[in-house]
């Protein structure tokens, strides 16, 4: 089945380390992004890459660092450097900038 | 003020009813427009696309476009418990910038 797989899908972190979440997508989508949503809010971006070995920041970027190494894979790392990092995580891909966002089923990560 | 505004609920319907779902929207270069049904601790669920404005029926729902109001709504027929969910609205415009998101209306279909 063609889809988008987050992992974990919990995770916690003890303040002061860097986490990374996962993202692959078998959809041969060409564009990847992930967003943060916090409880009652909507998402927010974190970064985006359009294609491969490229990405942009989002609206929130700061404390947060992605790679582009393969079409399929778009891992997140959460750093210490990010001041409230519990939340919960969404990938999401498509084709192009033109077409509509597939999502992943999130990563839920909390601070301990 | 917010790019995309959504009314956050939550909105309590009985079974049966039809539900509107609502969303606007400031920036006129707005092409693309989605909808998504979230579920507590998933991710969201592609449910609508549609580009520019007028009407697109899949089965019970019906996604509305209004450019020249900058309105969009989604309407769900004979509601059920199971379209519970938050129901978030998504837009893009003609350049392809990235989606931006509504905050999301939660519904509740009480049996």
């Known amino acids: 089945d063609g889809g988008i797989t987050q992992s974990p899908k919990y995770l916690f972190r003890k303040e002061g380390q860097n986490v990374t979440l996962s993202c692959e997508q078998n959809l041969n989508h060409d564009a990847m992004y992930w967003y943060r949503q916090d409880p009652g809010q909507g998402l927010r971006l974190i970064y985006y890459?359009?294609?491969?070995?490229?990405?942009q920041k989002g609206d929130i970027a700061e404390g947060y660092s992605v790679s582009r190494e393969k079409k399929e894979s778009f891992p997140l790392t959460v750093t210490s450097a990010q001041k409230n990092p519990t939340a919960f995580y969404l990938c999401?891909?498509?084709?192009?900038?033109?077409?509509?966002?597939?999502f992943g089923q999130g990563t839920r990560l909390t601070v301990v | 003020q917010k790019e995309v505004e959504q009314d956050p609920g939550p909105l309590s319907v009985p079974e049966g009813a039809i539900v509107s779902l609502n969303c606007t929207y400031s920036?006129?270069?707005?092409?693309?427009f989605m909808w998504y049904r979230q579920y507590s601790r998933k991710g969201p669920e592609l449910l609508m696309y549609?580009?520019?404005?007028g009407n697109k029926e899949d089965g019970r729902f019906t996604a509305q476009v209004d450019k020249s109001s900058k309105y969009i709504s989604l309407f769900i027929r004979d509601s059920q418990p199971s379209d519970s969910a938050t129901y978030l609205c998504?837009?893009?415009?003609?350049?392809?910038?990235?989606?931006?998101f509504g905050g999301g209306t939660r519904l509740m279909v009480k049996p």
């Open positions: 999401a891909s498509s084709f192009g900038r033109y077409t509509e966002a597939f």
């Open positions: 549609t580009y520019s404005s």
């Open positions: 920036n006129s270069a707005f092409q693309y």
């Open positions: 890459s359009q294609i491969v070995n490229d990405f």
């Open positions: 998504a837009m893009r415009d003609n350049a392809g910038n990235m989606l931006t």
